[in-house]
């Protein structure tokens, strides 16, 4: 989960604001849909590929959504592979997806802040299997590259490189065990800022391949461990310590949660919870609820909206919030609506609900109205 991704999404930080919102097991954006910073205020926006004819973003007032920007999207791209990413490096998030030109291609439409701009299409290109495609910053430059798992039988990781204007150099590695579907990633598992490949593999072992920026480098393999349920499987900075590390639900009838620290060249220890109810798997993500720069368990359940914190070396105090929406798959974000570097609490549904969070508790809740309205 590498961009609000900002998947997370993402784990490695391309776009400034905390904005993580809860997942699918298809997507990173959610079809389309996404809590990210357009306009490059620190604040999560709510943008959108809407009815596939239309972009759409929503921005945050700080307490509240207030102005929409739409731009006309031509090909919205696949459902697998749409991110919104910064691809020219300007703070701001643009929209990209696989598109079906010259065979199949990448494409890019910039933001400028208060309105889309410029599209960027590649070649014809192999876009990979959807479980591993990202849009993450392979070389760090600071702008999003095209990464995904190639090949059948043998396969292979390739990362296609932005230059801010269009597309360059595609950077191939030789022949790995590209994993499980559930648990690929890209993510900064040594700290130096470049996306690397990370896995799960055999049964029970974590692997990460290096970007060296200009192709990939060494493997490296943990111990056998428990890989934990395939949905709850996240490469996340849980320590703060510039590196991703691998948290997972773990558990049959008492579940509780686990994180693999990494130490930069292999895996160390092992953290685990206390048992806990893990929530509705799609309303789960990891966000800085206290904004100490570590990743905290954030969830819903039993109409609550729920963060664990991270202590660095264990799982902390647990905060909650009345919450009874987690219908709408991509409304349901753990994002930083005001800027202030905690993730507070997003629903939507016939309203859009923000609860913010105080570092130590939750206020709110504020009101706006849908962002399709």
């Known amino acids: 989960m590498l961009f609000a991704a900002a998947l997370l999404i993402g784990s490695i930080a391309v776009t400034p604001p905390a904005v993580v919102h809860a997942k699918s097991p298809t997507t990173n954006v959610q079809f389309g849909m996404a809590w990210v910073d357009f306009n490059a205020d620190g604040k999560a926006d709510y943008c959108s590929d809407w009815s596939s004819t239309e972009l759409r973003c ?29 691809f020219n490096g300007d703070g701001r998030v643009d929209y990209c997806r696989v598109v079906a030109a010259g065979g199949k291609s990448l494409s890019c439409t910039l933001s400028n802040g208060t309105s889309f701009g410029s599209t960027y299409t590649s070649g014809g290109l192999d876009p990979g299997w959807t479980a591993g495609q990202a849009w993450v910053d392979f070389n760090a430059d600071g702008r999003a590259d095209f990464c995904r798992v190639i090949g059948t039988w043998s396969q292979k990781v390739q990362c296609t490189v ?15 065990d590209a994993g499980w579907d559930a648990g690929r990633d890209w993510a900064d598992v040594n700290g130096d800022g470049r996306a690397d490949y990370c896995r799960v593999v055999s049964s029970s072992k974590l692997q990460c391949t290096l970007s060296t920026g200009t192709g990939f480098g060494t493997t490296f393999t943990s111990a056998n461990l428990d890989g934990g349920w395939d949905d709850s499987r996240d490469w996340v900075d849980f320590n703060g310590d510039g590196r991703v590390d691998y948290c997972r639900v773990v558990g049959n009838f008492s579940k509780s949660v686990q994180c693999t620290l990494s130490t930069g060249n292999n895996f160390g220890s092992t953290i685990t919870s206390a048992a806990m109810d893990v929530g509705y798997w799609v309303t789960r993500g990891w966000a800085d609820f206290n904004g100490d720069g570590r990743l905290d368990f954030c969830r819903i359940t039993n109409a609550l909206g729920v963060c664990t914190v991270s202590n660095g070396s264990s799982f902390g105090v647990t905060y909650s919030h009345p919450s009874g929406n987690y219908s709408y798959i991509s409304g349901n974000g753990w994002v930083d609506l005001n800027g202030d570097g905690r993730a507070d609490h997003s629903t939507v549904e016939e309203q859009t609900t923000f609860y913010l969070s105080t570092g130590t508790g939750w206020g709110g809740p504020l009101i706006s109205p849908p962002p399709s309205a």
């Open 58 to 86: 929503v921005l945050s007032t700080g307490i509240g959504l207030g102005q929409r920007i739409t731009g006309f999207n031509q090909d919205p791209g696949y459902q697998e592979g749409r991110a919104w990413v910064d």
């Open 162 to 176: 932005s230059t801010g204007t269009g597309f360059g150099a595609t950077y191939t590695s030789g022949n790995i």
